[in-house]
């Protein structure tokens, strides 16, 4: 059974989940930021063993970011990573948001599509530490309610 493990801000399983797969596997450099002490940290546990991890950051009382979705490698292709942003999703529904934003590497953007995401901001790619990333938006509660 996973379960969800949320704090306020990065727990030490998330910030070594992401050193395995950002920086050991993936090269980032830089991957710790000033948000790590206000955000909203979520990691998923199987058998209480950390698997996956990701985090939301406030940008306005309406928007969170998603963002730092990390899978261990093991795990990766078996829908982890679609838990983790069901659980963010909601999280950030009870927070108050109507909509999450995702600036994600480019080369995960349909499975950010699969979950709901769309392009925004006009598809621009930008790079963070040479990698091509993309803006991405999910709308969480309908503009019409009855």
């Not at 998330?14 to 930021?33: P, S």
């Amino acid at each position: 059974m996973v379960r969800p493990v949320f704090t306020f801000g990065t727990s030490d399983d998330a910030r070594a989940l992401r050193e395995e797969v950002f920086v050991a596997e993936q090269g980032f450099k830089n991957e710790f930021d000033e948000h790590e002490s206000d955000c909203i940290c979520l990691v998923l546990k199987l058998d209480g063993l950390p698997i996956a991890t990701g985090r939301l950051v406030k940008i306005d009382p309406a928007t969170y970011q998603v963002g730092r979705v990390a899978v261990k490698k093991e795990y990766r292709g078996r829908r982890i990573g679609s838990y983790l942003l069901a659980f963010l999703s909601e999280k950030a529904k009870e927070l108050g948001a109507n909509a999450l934003v995702a600036h994600a590497q480019l080369d995960k953007q349909n499975f950010y599509r699969r979950n709901g995401f769309e392009d925004f901001g006009e598809g621009a790619v930008d790079f963070d530490e040479g990698v091509p990333h993309i803006y991405l938006r999910k709308q969480l509660v309908s503009k019409w309610r009855r």
